[in-house]
C-alpha cells in the first residue's frame, strides 16, 4: 500500500474499509475483518502500539483477571504474581496481538479528517489519503480530557492537572492535593496520593462503592445481561449503576483502612490558593488534580457535519453505524456504541456486530486458543 502524494505517483489507497485508531477496539475489528477476508487498513495516530493503555499511570490495573480481559481469538496470558494485569501486561498483549494476527496497522498517521465523496469516503492526514467503502472510527477518548468550566479556574497559582497527565504519587509529597471526581480514576489516584501527601476529596455527588467482591467480571456479566434486555424490549432495572461506581481494588480498599476515602462536597468556587464554598468555609491547596473524565474524540469527522444528539454525539442505529452516514461506524467509545464496548471484552463483542454489517454477512466467530502464549 502506498500514500497519497509519495514518489510512487500512484493513485491514493482505495480499500473496502479504513480503521481509525490502532488500540483496543481498533485491533479487534481488524481481526474480525481478516478472518473475512476484508481489505483494510488501520491508521492509528500513536508512535507504537498499545492505544490508551501506553498513558495509563503507573499503578493502573484492570479490574479483572487477565482470563476475562481478552480480545478474540487469544486470551490474554495471565501475569505471574498479579491477579489483576498491569497497564504494561495490557501494552505487551495489544503488541503480540497484532503481530500475532498480521495486521496491517500503519503509525503514527494522523487522520485528521473524513470527508464524504461521490460513493466514497476519504480519509485524509498529513502523510496520505486513503478512500474507503467503509470507515470504522476508533479514536477512543483519551485524547480530549474533560475540565469542568469553570470561570475562577485560571485565577489558582498552584499545580493544575487532569488524570490523563498523572504517572505517580512521589511529585506530590507532602503537598496539600485536591482529587475532583467520584469514579474510579479519582479513587484509585486519591488512594496512591494519599499515602504521601494530605489529600482532599471533592465530589458533586457522595461516592458509591460497589462490594469487595465485585469486580470486572461481575461488571461485564451485568452489562450482557443489561444488553439482552434492551434488544428484548424490556425494562432496564438499573444493572451496574444500581450495584454503585467504584470497584474496590486492593489499593482502594487499603485507602478505605487508612481512613483516606473521606468525600467533600464539590467546592463553589476556585481562589489563587485553594477552593471555598458560599458558607465562607475554604481548604488550601498547592495541587488539583481532575478526574472527570474524557469525550470521545471525534474531530476527524466534523467534514461530515454528522447531527448530534442531545448528548452532543453523532447519532447511531444498532450501536455502532452511523444513522446519517451508514458508511461510517463508531466503535469502543463506551455504552453509547456498545454496551461495555470500552473495555477489552466489549470491544470484541462490539467489533464483530461492526465488521458483520460491513461486510453483510456473519462474521465467523473465533475457535478458543488451544493453548496459551506467554508474553
Same mark, same amino acid.
Given at each position: ?5 509519495? #514518489? ?46 501506553? @498513558? ?69 492526514? *498529513? ?26 479556574? #485560571? ?79 424490556? *425494562? ?66 466534523? *467534514? ?24 461510517? @461506524? ?31 454477512? *456473519? ?13
Amino acid at each position: 500500500m502506498t500514500e497519497h502524494g509519495t #514518489s510512487t505517483g500512484r493513485a491514493p489507497n482505495d480499500l473496502p474499509v479504513v480503521v481509525i485508531g490502532g488500540g483496543q477496539a481498533g485491533l479487534a475489528a481488524g481481526y474480525y475483518l481478516r478472518r473475512a477476508g476484508a481489505r483494510f487498513v488501520i491508521l492509528d495516530a500513536q508512535t507504537g502500539p498499545g492505544g490508551a493503555w501506553r @498513558h495509563g499511570w503507573d499503578s493502573l490495573r484492570l479490574f479483572s483477571p487477565a482470563t476475562h480481559s481478552t480480545l478474540p481469538g487469544w486470551p490474554m496470558p495471565a501475569q505471574p504474581g498479579e491477579p489483576f494485569p498491569t497497564a504494561g501486561h495490557v501494552r505487551d498483549y495489544l503488541t503480540r496481538y497484532e503481530q500475532r494476527y498480521d495486521l496491517d496497522v500503519q503509525r503514527p498517521v494522523e487522520v485528521t479528517a473524513v470527508h464524504a465523496h461521490d460513493d466514497r469516503l476519504v480519509v485524509s492526514g *498529513p502523510k496520505g489519503q486513503w478512500d474507503a467503502s467503509a470507515v470504522i472510527s476508533a479514536t477512543g477518548t483519551w485524547r480530549r480530557p474533560h475540565v469542568p468550566d469553570l470561570p475562577d479556574r #485560571s485565577t489558582f497559582t498552584g499545580r493544575q492537572l487532569h488524570a490523563v497527565g498523572y504517572h505517580h504519587a512521589e511529585p506530590f509529597r507532602g503537598q496539600h492535593v485536591g482529587v475532583v471526581g467520584a469514579a474510579n480514576s479519582a479513587a484509585q489516584i486519591l488512594a496512591e496520593v494519599s499515602t504521601v501527601a494530605t489529600t482532599h476529596w471533592f465530589t458533586l455527588a457522595e461516592p458509591r462503592y460497589l462490594p469487595d467482591d465485585v469486580d470486572g467480571r461481575v461488571l461485564f456479566d451485568l452489562a450482557s445481561q443489561r444488553e439482552i434486555t434492551r434488544r428484548q424490549g424490556l *425494562p432496564d432495572h438499573g444493572g451496574i449503576a444500581a450495584l454503585g461506581d467504584i470497584v474496590m481494588v486492593p489499593i482502594v480498599q487499603d485507602a478505605r483502612a487508612r481512613g483516606a476515602l473521606h468525600a467533600l462536597p464539590m467546592f463553589d468556587r476556585m481562589t489563587p490558593t485553594g477552593v471555598v464554598w458560599d458558607d465562607g468555609s475554604r481548604t488550601e491547596l498547592d495541587v488539583i488534580i481532575w478526574c472527570t473524565g474524557f469525550r470521545p474524540d471525534l474531530a476527524h469527522l466534523a *467534514p461530515l457535519g454528522l447531527p448530534l444528539d442531545a448528548r452532543s454525539l453523532p447519532r447511531t442505529t444498532n450501536d455502532t453505524q452511523s444513522l446519517d452516514e451508514p458508511r461510517l @461506524h463508531l466503535l469502543g467509545y463506551g455504552d453509547w456504541t456498545g454496551s461495555a464496548s470500552a473495555t477489552l471484552v466489549g470491544a470484541g463483542r462490539t467489533a464483530r456486530q461492526c465488521v458483520e454489517r460491513i461486510i453483510g454477512r *456473519p462474521a465467523r466467530r473465533p475457535r478458543a486458543a488451544a493453548h496459551q502464549h506467554a508474553l
